[in-house]
C-alpha cells in the first residue's frame, strides 16, 4: 500500500508514503505554512496502483504561534436563513462567508446575529434558542440555525 495525503482539502497529493505491507501503521508528520483551518484527507493505493477514495476531511486548526494539529477539535455549524450575518468570538465563524468551523475542545464560543438593512433576526434553532447572543461549549460537534425575515416596505 502507498498512502497519499491532501493537507488543504482540494483532493490533490501533496504527500505520498512509501509502500508499505498493507495493515502497517503509519506515522507523518506535515508542517503547515501558516495559522489557519486545513482539511486533512487521505486514501490508500495498493499494489496494483488502484487507488482507493478519500477519506472524510478532518477538520485541522492550526493557531497562531502552534504549528502542530489539535486532535478533539469540535465542528460548529451556522445554517442562516435570510439576509443577515453571523459572527463568532473566538473567529472562526463569519456567516455570510464562512458558516463551518473547527474549535478546539472545550473553547467556549459566543455567536452574535447582524440582520442586513430591511431585515429582522427572527431568532435561533438548534444549540440556541432566541435573539440574544449564543454562548456555546464546544464539547461536541453542534448546529444552530439563524433566522432573518425581511420587514415590510413602507
Not at 138 to 148: G, L, Q
Request: net charge negative.
Amino acid at each position: 500500500m502507498i498512502y497519499q495525503w491532501d493537507w488543504n482539502g482540494d483532493e490533490a497529493v501533496d504527500t505520498e508514503g512509501e509502500r508499505v505491507a498493507s495493515g502497517t501503521t503509519v506515522t507523518l508528520s506535515h508542517s503547515f505554512d501558516s495559522p489557519g483551518m486545513y482539511s486533512v484527507q487521505c486514501r490508500a493505493m495498493d499494489a496494483k496502483g488502484e487507488l482507493g477514495s478519500w477519506s472524510d476531511p478532518i477538520p485541522v486548526r492550526i493557531s497562531q504561534g502552534s504549528f502542530t494539529p489539535q486532535s478533539g477539535d469540535s465542528t460548529l455549524t451556522v445554517s442562516r436563513f435570510g439576509n443577515g450575518t453571523v459572527i463568532s468570538i473566538p473567529a472562526g465563524i463569519h456567516c455570510g462567508d464562512t458558516c463551518t468551523a473547527s474549535f478546539p475542545s472545550n473553547t467556549s464560543v459566543a455567536l452574535t446575529a447582524t440582520p442586513d438593512s430591511g431585515w429582522s433576526f427572527a431568532g435561533r434553532g438548534g444549540e440556541c434558542r432566541g435573539t440574544s447572543t449564543c454562548n456555546l461549549t464546544m464539547d461536541a460537534d453542534k448546529s444552530v440555525i439563524a433566522t432573518f425575515y425581511q420587514l415590510p416596505s413602507a
